[in-house]
């Protein structure tokens, strides 16, 4: 099992900028792909961005490329989520989730492990 605990959410103006980050537990961080989702009310979990066991391979969904940033520290068990220039469209529940696939995915399905989540609130 591997648990998984996001913070760093809040309330930001448009324009504004919020890091997340999600602490692991439980097996060993550096066998897993990471990836993070978000949630609307009303909407499907989306894919945003997702990273290899090692930090070299990267994947991001279009609508956050240049403006978030993915990055994971392995000493730590930690990923991270910097979110630049944020828009009111980026207000969702923001989860973490890890996967033994063995390249980042945007496939929510492969993932096995999934935090409770951080809220992002994007409002003037």
């Known amino acids: 099992q591997v648990q998984l605990v996001e913070s760093g959410g809040g309330f930001v103006q448009p324009g504004g900028s919020l890091t997340l980050s999600c602490a692991a537990s439980?097996?060993?961080?550096?066998?897993?792909?990471m990836g993070w989702f978000r949630q609307a009310p009303g909407k499907e979990r989306e894919f945003i961005a997702a990273?290899?066991?090692?930090?070299?391979?990267?994947s991001y969904v279009d609508f956050v490329k240049g403006r978030f940033t993915i990055s994971r520290d392995n000493a730590e068990n930690t990923v991270y989520l910097q979110m630049n220039s944020l828009k009111p469209e980026d207000t969702a529940m923001y989860h973490c989730?890890?996967?033994?696939?063995?390249?980042?995915?945007?496939?929510?399905?492969?993932?096995?492990?999934w935090g409770q989540g951080t809220q992002v609130t994007v409002s003037s």
């Open positions: 990273i290899g066991r090692t930090g070299d391979s990267l």
């Open positions: 989730a890890a996967t033994s696939r063995l390249i980042p995915t945007s496939n929510k399905y492969a993932y096995s492990y």
């Open positions: 439980g097996r060993t961080f550096s066998n897993y792909v």
